[in-house]
């Protein structure tokens, strides 16, 4: 991860400037074309939100729990395919399009100035 | 109303006409205006004026002397910070006392250049349409005019403002015989003659049902308020008391920082004063788009859901797209929900630019002056008639409702561009809660006046995670650096409000994530000797989270409104103190007080009258996590647990931590295997993302769901039903139902079917 190349740019993901990929910061793993979407390069999964967020008082007798209503929120969460480290995570209502694009950087202005900079 | 009113006749009127004829019929229609409503022009206008001449000069002749403007700016920030200690300590209004106001100093042209450090940022960037709309419109009018001595207010907030509530005093400083500043005051006052006590109308349907409406107003001359308006505005709220003493305290405070002004203009002239105030905008402008040239260029996009106008359950569309571009950054928010026109939960656009502003004030630059010049590269794009930036006959007492959220989806993305930006003066963060989940009152108190207001302990917003460390807990508004949550103490010498759990943290209650968000607290809320007592709540977020996490980090969860009715606790702990539960989870699951009715709900309560005795449940909200749960430090989580704010269920399901509960001691290879057998779970439930996403996508919202907004194109909007749509360039403004008018259809359809059955 050192390599003068490689631009940390989200606490998991960073850009190799000069392939312009996607990596994981974690394993390294290549997550596709920095001028695209890192997302079409990880894993998802949906989840019942009250996996996460546990209903505090009783569902059986009570509307509002402390969890959110699964008929209206799910989680989605991404993972780097190889060493599954949890790069983000979504709350959708149920079918609501992914944010595939949640990152797209202009990656001709960010060689130029990591460019500038080393120089 | 039907449109935006406004001085704006046509000019087109004049078509066909010589000049003279033309110049008539322009004076005719100057001097015929029906109604000076809210001006678009300064509305719709975020930037910082064009210096005058006298301004240029001023500048001109001062730039070779930093140091001199360096010592003023900062005696003016003085000025500013000790006008806010007056206030806080002079207002009578909660919001007043606890921080929720600012101070500052407009420009001759009505730019806020300078303004108190701590206290409601918002204000920062949308104190000056009401003083640019004196400029414009009273300062040549024969009838009003601004003269030495005289006392501008101000509520409305379609003339600028966040609602009605807050209360805004502004006077002009000359110097000979020329304005060179305003200097005013803005606090959050409370009580207004809204349809609700307390100023803050959840209930409210139309603009006219959320009381006080000044437009700009003359109050005083010689600086001296107006008897006959004085008893006016008192006459028009439920604490006529209050209302007076919220008006000579901003005065008072005004008044100091005239003088202050005046003491700097003799010390140093007033050109240097103006070069001052004009090159704080000018340098804080230039600064922040130094800044934003370190940035990265590129686009950060998020989806935010509001879940309640807060009188009813429905799923708002926040959409956000942000584009940093050279030194400029553009929020593009189309394609999000329509207005409400019968619901409190629409935002006015500069309102929800004043929120915005906050975002970057507070937690992205917070080391720049307090000042718009802060927001002013900064381009917010919305479409017309949405939720967030709503025509002028939709209610707004409750904007934060949207433009809370609004906020939040902004925060999301920031961090995404900020990370890797060259220049940075905060950490990286992830979303602080964002509601304000406090009570509202209104009632008789134990002095046998009508009292209605906020409790300030809204202002104890779990923080936000942060890329170093967790957040920390009840610490600060989402709306306000250094506010206060007052004393228990003092608020019940005022009302007969007792919160038999002020302020006690909840298990769990936050984001989790590598580092986790900062707790919220519980409330638990009744009162006594009283005549008559009524709460009011305004949250959104019970069944939909409100805030969120950001790179992999978790939401806070969802939080309702508890009540445990008719019982009068204190009867019946009278002889059996052990009846009494310290957390909501124990009374509601336990149920300790016989015959009583345990009820949950969204946050969204209007005023309700409540009996002595019986509890009122709300909980503060947690800050949104930050990074993968699987990195977080077990020390952290051993930490968490003597503390008792994370459960064993979550040490065990969420962080896969295996530790020995009796002595804290933290079995790290086992840890690292139940990690390790975690990833491996995560490999083996997920897909590939274009897998998962074509399994997942649906073209059109859930027949189930009250949905409004886009759903895949921003450019049409849902009005709640998939099949009712209109195009984002034409919406169609939504009704909604009373909510007692359709539990009355529904428990009418019920009785037929029942005597069908009977029959």
């Known amino acids: ?119 | 109303m039907t449109q935006t009113p406004t001085h704006g006749h046509s000019h087109g009127h004049s078509h066909g006409h010589t000049p003279g004829q033309r110049s008539l019929i322009e004076k005719f229609l100057d001097e015929n205006v029906l109604y000076l409503g809210p001006d678009p022009a300064i509305m719709g206008d975020h930037s910082v004026s064009t210096p005058t001449a006298r301004e240029q000069a001023a500048v001109a002749v001062w730039k070779d002397k930093p140091e001199e403007l360096n010592l003023i700016r900062n005696r003016l920030q003085t000025a500013c910070n000790e006008s806010f200690d007056m206030v806080e300590q002079m207002g009578a209004a909660p919001g007043a006392k606890w921080g929720d106001l600012i101070s500052g100093i407009f420009s001759c042209q009505g730019d806020l250049s300078l303004s108190s450090a701590g206290g409601v940022l918002v204000f920062s960037v949308l104190a000056q349409h009401p003083v640019k709309f004196v400029l414009k419109y009273w300062k040549d009018d024969p009838t009003v005019g601004i003269r030495e001595g005289d006392i501008f207010m101000h509520n409305d907030a379609r003339y600028g403002n966040i609602h009605n509530t807050d209360q805004s005093l502004f006077i002009p400083v000359f110097d000979g015989g020329e304005i060179v500043c305003f200097v005013g005051a803005i606090v959050h006052e409370g009580e207004n003659g809204a349809c609700e006590p307390g100023g803050m109308p959840g209930g409210a349907e139309s603009p006219y049902d959320e009381g006080l409406k000044m437009s700009p107003l003359k109050v005083g001359e010689n600086f001296e308020f107006r008897r006959d308006l004085l008893i006016f505005l008192q006459n028009s709220v439920r604490e006529p008391k209050l209302q007076l003493e919220g008006m000579k305290a901003k005065l008072h405070a005004c008044l100091r920082v005239k003088q202050r002004v005046e003491d700097i203009i003799r010390a140093h002239s007033v050109e240097a004063f103006l070069a001052t105030v004009r090159g704080t905008l000018t340098d804080t402008e230039m600064e922040v788009r130094r800044r934003l040239r370190t940035w990265p260029d590129g686009t950060a996009r998020s989806v935010v859901f509001a879940d309640s106008t807060l009188r009813e359950n429905v799923l708002i569309k926040i959409r956000c797209e942000v584009t940093k571009r050279d030194d400029e950054l553009i929020i593009d928010l189309r394609g999000s929900s329509p207005q409400f026109l019968n619901r409190a939960n629409n935002t006015v656009l500069a309102s929800m630019k004043g929120m915005l502003a906050q975002l970057f004030l507070m937690f992205v630059w917070p080391d720049l002056p307090r000042n718009q010049a802060v927001f002013a590269p900064i381009r917010v794009l919305t479409d017309p008639g949405s939720t967030l930036n709503c025509s002028p006959e939709a209610p707004n007492a409750q904007s934060m409702m949207t433009f809370f959220p609004a906020f939040t989806a902004v925060q999301l993305t920031i961090p995404k561009l900020l990370y890797s930006a060259g220049y940075k003066s905060t950490d990286i963060i992830a979303c602080w809660y964002n509601m304000i989940t406090t009570f509202v009152y209104g009632g008789i108190n134990q002095h046998d006046e009508f009292v209605g207001n906020v409790c300030a302990d809204l202002n104890g917003m779990g923080g936000a995670a942060r890329a170093t460390r967790d957040g920390e807990h009840s610490v600060a508004p989402i709306f306000a650096s250094m506010a206060d949550i007052g004393e228990q103490e003092l608020i019940e010498e005022e009302v007969p409000m007792m919160k038999i759990v002020p302020h006690r943290v909840m298990v769990d209650n936050c984001g989790f994530g590598k580092y986790r968000g900062g707790h919220g607290y519980q409330q638990i809320a009744t009162h006594k000797d009283t005549g008559a007592w009524g709460y009011m709540t305004n949250f959104i977020g019970s069944k939909f989270p409100s805030t969120y996490g950001i790179f992999g980090g978790y939401a806070p969860g969802c939080y309702p409104l508890c009540k445990v009715k008719g019982v009068n606790v204190f009867e019946v702990m009278k002889d059996d103190r052990a009846l009494m539960r310290y957390t909501i989870e124990e009374i509601m699951n336990e149920r300790p007080f016989p015959n009583a009715r345990y009820s949950s709900h969204h946050g969204g309560l209007q005023f309700e009258l409540g009996q002595p005795g019986e509890l009122y449940m709300i909980t503060q909200g947690g800050g949104g996590g930050y990074g993968d749960v699987l990195e977080r430090d077990p020390a952290d989580i051993v930490r968490d647990w003597r503390d008792g704010i994370v459960s064993r269920r979550v040490i065990e399901t969420m962080y896969h931590v295996v530790m020995n509960y009796d002595t804290g001691a933290v079995d790290l290879e086992a840890t690292q295997r139940a990690r390790a057998e975690e990833r491996k779970r995560r490999l083996a439930r997920a897909v590939p993302f274009k897998e998962f996403a074509a399994r997942w996508t649906q073209a059109l919202p859930p027949a189930h769901l009250p949905y409004y907004g886009s759903w895949d194109d921003p450019t049409v909007l849902h009005l709640g039903a998939p099949a009712r749509t209109c195009p984002a360039d034409a919406i169609q403004a939504v009704m909604m139902p009373d909510p007692k008018d359709v539990e009355i259809e529904r428990l009418q359809a019920e009785l037929e079917t029942l005597r069908a059955r009977l029959a």
């Open chain 1, 1 to 119: 991860m050192s390599e003068p190349d490689r631009v940390a740019i989200t606490e998991y993901l960073a850009i190799d400037l000069a392939r312009e990929t996607w990596h994981c910061r974690r394993c390294d793993a290549e997550l596709g074309s920095a001028r695209g979407p890192y997302k079409d390069a990880l894993l998802v999964c949906e989840r019942d939100p009250r996996d996460v967020h546990h209903p505090k008082i009783d569902p059986e007798r009570y509307a509002f729990t402390f969890a959110p209503d699964p008929t209206w929120c799910r989680i989605i969460e991404y993972y780097c395919p190889q060493c599954a480290t949890q790069i983000e995570v979504e709350y959708l209502p149920p079918g609501h399009p992914l944010t595939r694009d949640d990152l797209q950087l202009d990656i001709d202005s960010l060689k130029a100035r990591h460019g500038e900079g080393r120089s």
